[in-house]
């Protein structure tokens, strides 16, 4: 059974640093990998959707990278500014479906 | 604009009164999907639906019922809540009926059972 884990749990950064978010999956038979956004009492935004297929997605200052082989993918920040504060959380398309991590809770001050 | 729409946002409920949580997407979607998201525990699929008439059962399913008589629509229902299922509750939906694709997700319905 896919298991998905997000480390750091919760990340606390000054404004304009560089960051990156790790989430790894056991099963390497997907689909695809999305990275969503997630504000306080708020659902979830879907920022990048990585096909099996390819290496890595690119929106603005966000990039998603994805290693089947070695069950990771990475969604690196640049230059980080507090609207970025949120939780992050990916998820794993399967066999089993749609399977999600726990998130990781980012802020990002002034 | 394209959006799905959850309803009611919050709702306060006794053990055991029926309850239903409304869900309609507007962009033509055949997949939906009811999640529902516990601190620690993450997002775990209740029930989803390929199209019409057809619906499946996710992680979570005991004590929820759902139906899709109309592409637009797929309602989640409590025939007798109980207090474990005091939850933050999502419906999503994306285009595709076969891989999920892009999720868009509604706001949330916050849930207390007492």
């Known amino acids: 059974k896919q298991e998905v884990t997000q480390i750091p749990a919760a990340l606390s950064v000054p404004e304009g640093e560089n960051l990156v978010l790790n989430c790894s999956f056991t099963d390497s038979a997907i689909y695809n990998l999305q990275w969503f956004r997630q504000d306080p009492g708020k659902g979830l935004t879907s920022l990048l959707l990585i096909q099996s297929s390819q290496r890595e997605q690119t929106s603005g200052r966000l990039n998603a990278s994805l290693d089947k082989s070695s069950g990771r993918s990475t969604l690196y920040i640049a230059a980080s500014q507090p609207g970025d504060s949120a939780t992050y959380l990916c998820a794993v398309e399967g066999t089993d479906k749609l399977i999600f991590g726990t998130g990781t809770r980012l802020q990002v001050f002034p | 604009e394209a959006q799905v729409t959850q309803n009611p946002r919050y709702l306060i409920t006794v053990t055991g009164k029926k309850l239903t949580v409304t869900c309609s997407q507007n962009?033509?979607?055949?997949?939906m999907s009811w999640y529902r998201q516990d601190p620690g525990l993450g997002l775990r699929q209740i029930y989803y639906?390929?199209?019409?008439?057809?619906?499946d059962k996710g992680d979570v399913p005991e004590g929820y019922k759902v139906s899709r008589k109309e592409k637009r629509n797929f309602p989640l229902i409590l025939e007798s809540p109980s207090p474990n299922q005091t939850s933050l509750y999502f419906c999503?939906?994306?285009?595709?009926?076969?891989?999920?694709?892009?999720?868009?997700f509604g706001e949330g319905s916050r849930l207390t059972v007492l």
């Open positions: 639906s390929m199209n019409v008439e057809v619906t």
């Open positions: 999503a939906s994306s285009f595709s009926g076969t891989v999920t694709g892009e999720l868009f």
């Open positions: 962009m033509n979607h055949e997949y």
